[in-house]
C-alpha cells in the first residue's frame, strides 16, 4: 500500500510537466508576414495566404471567434489626396479562403471582441466597417480602444496649439448603438476625462498632447492609458496613467518610453509595465519591470540592479516571464550590444530563474504566454534592430523549447487563441 501511495505522488508532481510536453501547438494558428507574404499556419502546416509581394507595416489581427484575419498593406497613391502611398485594410475570410478590401486607406484597425466587424481611423474620423459597408461613428479621434462589452469605445482627441498654448487632451466614451442608422456624429460621445496640461512623476515632467494604448483591468473597473508629449520627446518619455471607467478616479502611475507596452494580470487588477524613460540608443538601462496593484495603488520592482528589461509577459496571477540584458551602454556595433535571455519571475518568491540559454550571437526578445496551450513564445534573432528571426515555443520553465515557425517578421505575427 505504501509503494502505491508513493508512486501516486511521483504521478501527481510529474503530472504538470507531462501536460505541458503533451500539449500540441496545433491548437493554435499563426497569421505571420515573411518576405513580404501574408502565411498562416495551422494544424502545424504553413500555408501562403497572398500572391504578390507587398509591404505590410502592421500585423494582423484575428477576429474573435477565429474566422477571419484583418491585415494592412501598403499600396501607391490615394484616391483623394496626394499621398505617396495608402495603407488599405483587408480581411481574410479562413473558411472561404477569400479575401476582400474593407477600405482604400485607413489606420488603427481594430476588430470588435465581440462580433466581426472593425473599427478603424482615416484622417481623424473613427469609422466601423461591417464587411459590407462602412459608417463614421465620430469626428476629431486621435486614438481609441473597444470597451469590453463591443457596445462602445474609450476615445481620445488630442491637444492643439493656440497662441495662448496648447489646449487638453480629452477622454470621451462613444455609444455605437443603432450606428447604422444615425443622422449625427456628436450626440452619443460623452466627455469623460479632461487631463491636464501637464503631468509628472517624482521629477520628471511632460506637456499633455496625446492619449492612447487603452486597456481595461479583469473588473473592467479601471482604464490603462499612456499620456504622451509632442512626437520626439514621446520617443523618450511617456506617462502611464489610470483611470475609472467613471471618470472620477485619475492617477499618473509611472514614466515610460513609447516602446514600453503596459499589460493586466489575467484575472486581477495588477498592472504590469517597463518603467523609465530614454530610448535604447541612450543604453540598455532604466528600464525596470514594476507591477502596480489597483486601487491599492502598491508598487513592487522585479528588475535586480545592473539589469534592464527589453519585455515582458504574464503567465499567471502570480508570474512573469522576462527578455532581460545586463545595464549597457549603447553600441553602433551590433555584436557588442547585450544579447537578452527569459527569466521566469515570481511576486511571491524573490527567486529568478533563466529559461532560456540562445548560443552566441543571438537573443531571445519579445515573449508572449499562450495559456490556451500553456505555453511560452518568444523570437530568437541577432540584434533588435533585425527584421526577421525564428518564433521559438516551450514549456514556461523552459523545459521541451524548439522552433515554431523559421524566418518570421518580428512583432508581425498574432496567435488565436491568443488566451
Known amino acids: ?230 512626437a520626439s520627446w514621446s520617443m523618450d518619455s511617456d506617462m502611464l496613467c489610470v483611470i475609472s471607467v467613471d471618470g472620477k478616479n485619475f492617477e499618473v502611475i509611472d514614466e515610460l518610453n513609447q516602446e514600453s507596452k503596459p499589460k493586466w494580470a489575467y484575472t486581477k487588477n495588477l498592472l504590469g509595465y517597463i518603467a523609465g524613460g530614454g530610448r535604447i540608443v541612450f543604453g540598455f538601462k532604466n528600464k525596470d519591470l514594476k507591477v502596480t496593484e489597483l486601487p491599492a495603488d502598491q508598487t513592487v520592482t522585479l528588475t535586480p540592479k545592473n539589469y534592464a528589461e527589453m519585455g515582458f509577459s504574464w503567465v499567471d496571477n502570480a508570474s512573469l516571464i522576462v527578455s532581460r540584458v545586463p545595464e549597457t551602454e549603447w553600441s553602433d556595433e551590433a555584436n557588442k550590444r547585450p544579447k537578452p535571455v527569459l527569466y521566469l519571475l515570481s511576486l511571491t518568491d524573490p527567486k529568478q530563474i533563466q529559461i532560456t540559454k540562445p548560443p552566441k550571437g543571438q537573443g531571445d526578445f519579445t515573449p508572449i504566454f499562450l495559456p490556451s496551450i500553456n505555453k511560452i513564445t518568444w523570437t530568437r534573432q541577432s540584434d533588435l534592430v533585425t527584421l526577421k528571426g525564428d518564433l521559438w515555443v516551450a514549456d514556461p520553465n523552459g523545459d521541451h523549447a524548439k522552433v515554431w515557425v523559421h524566418d518570421i517578421g518580428l512583432e508581425s505575427y498574432d496567435f488565436f487563441p491568443s488566451r
Open 1 to 230: 500500500m505504501k509503494k502505491i501511495v508513493q508512486l501516486l505522488m511521483v504521478l501527481c508532481l510529474m503530472a504538470p510537466s507531462l501536460i505541458h510536453a503533451q500539449t500540441n501547438t496545433s491548437d493554435v494558428k499563426i497569421a505571420f508576414i515573411r518576405d513580404g507574404y501574408l502565411w498562416l499556419k495551422v494544424d502545424d502546416k504553413e500555408v501562403k495566404l497572398t500572391k504578390e509581394k507587398a509591404t505590410y507595416n502592421y500585423p494582423p489581427q484575428w477576429s474573435f471567434d477565429g474566422k477571419m484575419l484583418l491585415y494592412q498593406k501598403e499600396v501607391a497613391g490615394n484616391i483623394i489626396d496626394t499621398k505617396r502611398t495608402s495603407n488599405e485594410l483587408w480581411i481574410y475570410d479562413v473558411t472561404t479562403k477569400k479575401h476582400r478590401k474593407i477600405f482604400y486607406d485607413g489606420s488603427n484597425p481594430k476588430w470588435s471582441p465581440t462580433e466581426n466587424i472593425v473599427a478603424f481611423s482615416a484622417v481623424g474620423v473613427l469609422n466601423i466597417a461591417d464587411l459590407e459597408h462602412f459608417y463614421n461613428i465620430a469626428l476629431g479621434v486621435d486614438d481609441y480602444a473597444w470597451q469590453p462589452d463591443g457596445k462602445g469605445f474609450i476615445a481620445s482627441s488630442s491637444a492643439t496649439p493656440r497662441p495662448d498654448g496648447w489646449t487638453h487632451p480629452i477622454l470621451y466614451t462613444i455609444s455605437i448603438e443603432s450606428y447604422q442608422n444615425r443622422n449625427t456624429l456628436t450626440n452619443n460621445a460623452k466627455k469623460l476625462f479632461v487631463i491636464p496640461k501637464e503631468l509628472g512623476k517624482d521629477d520628471v515632467k511632460i506637456i499633455s498632447i496625446g492619449a492612447g494604448s487603452f486597456t481595461y483591468s479583469p473588473n473592467k473597473q479601471w482604464i490603462a492609458f499612456v499620456v504622451s508629449p509632442t
